[in-house]
């Protein structure tokens, strides 16, 4: 994958803070879609909150005063990316009404293996045995969290593996396509491919006019758009708001270090996506759950720790 510009040096605080920001507000973001997945469709929802996120950019660009501007400089590698995350979001919004938010999170936190594969394969990035281990041990806490071959495993939950590629291609493209992109151009873009999607779905629905029993066993993906009240605004005002910071955070994480390093501290989710299950729709993880996330907070601990070296900020 060579063609464009080369990324930048690494800046592995900023990225660090940028990633553990991202996954605190995704998790909170997935937690609150989960709640209003019975009562609004998801092709109103992306289409709504990114016209609404689209002047919140365009008045947060105004502010940072962002060099480069907003008019990207790979416009078809941008959109490709964006094309990407929407299917992410698809598929991990997909297996929301199924299964139980920290279940989903585990399946899609496949992605960092993804993510250490395509940086290996497509943008010849080493990986050293320290970070593999450390990939590794989080993936271990990952099928403790699932328990494949129980009865407690659903096959629901290759869906958000599915999504889990995705992110990963859409993380490899950010680092070496659209480094030179601005984070606020990226994330335009992002939402223009949201809008796209959310009416050219809805268009498709309303052709297709699909059966009340189908609507109604699947109201998330099949359900018709809804009136918009004063609660159902207020929801998509507190989405929008959300899915500006968290994608102009990942653009900046994913820019600003290589990927299987981020891919590490992106673990983060599973433990807020716990928390926010918890407090928002009374979840409560069981055991094997809690001893996954600690296997996979000590993965992280490892990507970090660098013997016989001093300590950087």
Request: overall charge positive.
């Amino acid at each position: 994958m060579a063609g464009t510009a080369a990324p930048g040096p690494d800046r592995l605080p900023l990225g660090v803070t940028m990633i553990v920001f991202a996954t605190l507000t995704m998790a909170l973001q997935d937690a609150v879609v989960k709640l209003v997945s019975t009562d609004l469709p998801l092709w109103q929802l992306f289409a709504l909150r990114s016209l609404i996120a689209i002047p919140l950019l365009l008045v947060l660009h105004r502010l940072a005063r962002e060099t480069g501007g907003l008019r990207p400089r790979a416009l078809g590698w941008g959109l490709l990316r964006g094309a990407l995350l929407v299917a992410m979001y698809i598929a991990f919004y997909a297996a929301l009404p199924l299964l139980d938010l920290s279940l989903v999170a585990a399946a899609y936190y496949t992605g960092p293996l993804f993510i250490t594969l395509f940086a290996a394969t497509l943008l010849g990035e080493g990986v050293g045995p320290r970070r593999i281990l450390a990939i590794a041990l989080g993936f271990a806490g990952v099928l403790v969290i699932l328990k494949p071959g129980t009865e407690s495993f659903s096959w629901a939950m290759i869906i958000p593996i599915a999504s889990a590629v995705f992110y990963a291609l859409a993380a490899i493209l950010t680092r070496s396509k659209c480094a030179a992109e601005s984070a606020i151009s990226l994330s335009l873009m992002l939402n223009v491919c949201f809008i796209l999607c959310g009416f050219g779905v809805s268009l498709v629905l309303w052709i297709w006019q699909p059966g009340t029993e189908q609507q109604q066993a699947n109201p998330f993906l099949l359900g018709d758009w809804v009136t918009i009240d004063l609660k159902t605004g207020a929801v998509l005002a507190l989405l929008a708001v959300a899915n500006v910071a968290i994608h102009v955070a990942l653009a900046k994480a994913y820019q600003s270090a290589p990927p299987p390093v981020i891919a590490t501290f992106d673990y983060s989710y599973l433990i807020f996506a716990a928390v926010w299950g918890y407090l928002i729709l009374s979840e409560v993880p069981q055991t094997t759950t809690l001893i996954g996330m600690a296997v996979i907070a000590g993965a992280g601990m490892l990507a970090i720790w660098r013997p016989g070296r001093r300590a950087r900020s």
